[in-house]
């Protein structure tokens, strides 16, 4: 069975803190991707990989950074958190360059920054 | 740019029939995805479509027309467990293959 998961359900961060949100995939996908979800904004991508140590900018990459260590691992790093970064956090990975390829996501984190 | 339009909220009745629409505008077009999103759940495949027309997966169909930059998801037969967020999103060519861009989704409610 495909699986995506995240570090964590739940976590709650105060302001300026340094902040990691853990994804790992066990289906030896090529890509993987970080989304935020937003109430009216839906979900807005905000880092990618396409291999390891590769990275690529979403559309909001501002506040953010990643990391790709490892094929099946993809971290993304708030590297001093904000009231504006509370959000639900998505992670999702997908096989290859075929553009009909699923998608498959994470459960989600939810952070609340203090 | 990129635009991908959808209703924000849909009301239906149970058993009945609904249609939720998405328009896009983009730069590249390589296909169109649904997804489904239960509240507080990841998001879950439904459909791809890349050719025009309509494919039909049991309750579930998704239409494509590519001159008109429109998509549609029907559901028939509704029931209370589909009341979620329908997501519509748009893959692309080139550098944009390996990323989808989502709409902001359509939050159906299915009443008894």
């Known amino acids: 069975d495909v699986k995506v998961t995240q570090s964590s359900r739940y976590l709650v961060k105060r302001t300026g803190e340094k902040v990691f949100l853990e994804c790992v995939q066990d289906m030896d996908h090529e890509n993987m991707f970080w989304y935020r979800q937003d109430p009216g904004l839906g979900l807005r991508l905000i880092y990618f990989s396409y291999d390891v140590k590769m990275k690529e900018k979403g559309d909001i990459p501002e506040g953010y950074s990643v990391s790709r260590e490892k094929k099946e691992r993809f971290s993304l790093i708030l590297e001093s958190a904000s009231t504006n970064q509370t959000s639900m956090y998505l992670c999702?990975?997908?096989?290859?360059?075929?553009?009909?390829?699923?998608?498959?996501f994470g459960p989600g984190t939810r952070l609340t920054v203090l | 740019g990129q635009n991908i339009d959808q209703p924000t909220e849909m009301t239906a009745t149970e058993g009945a029939i609904v249609q939720i629409n998405c328009t896009y505008q983009?730069?590249?077009?390589?296909?169109l995805f649904w997804y489904q999103q239960h509240a507080g759940e990841a998001p879950t495949f439904l459909s791809y479509n890349v050719l025009d027309g309509l494919e039909e997966k049991g309750r579930f169909s998704s239409f494509l027309s590519r001159s008109k930059g429109y998509s549609y998801l029907l559901l028939k037969e509704l029931q209370m467990k589909d009341s979620a967020s329908y997501l519509c999103?748009?893959?692309?060519?080139?550098?944009?293959?390996?990323?989808?861009?989502f709409g902001t989704g359509t939050l159906l409610a299915v009443q008894p």
């Open positions: 999702a990975s997908r096989a290859g360059t075929s553009a009909d390829n699923e998608q498959f």
């Open positions: 999103a748009v893959i692309g060519y080139g550098g944009a293959t390996n990323k989808l861009i």
């Open positions: 983009t730069s590249g077009f390589n296909g």
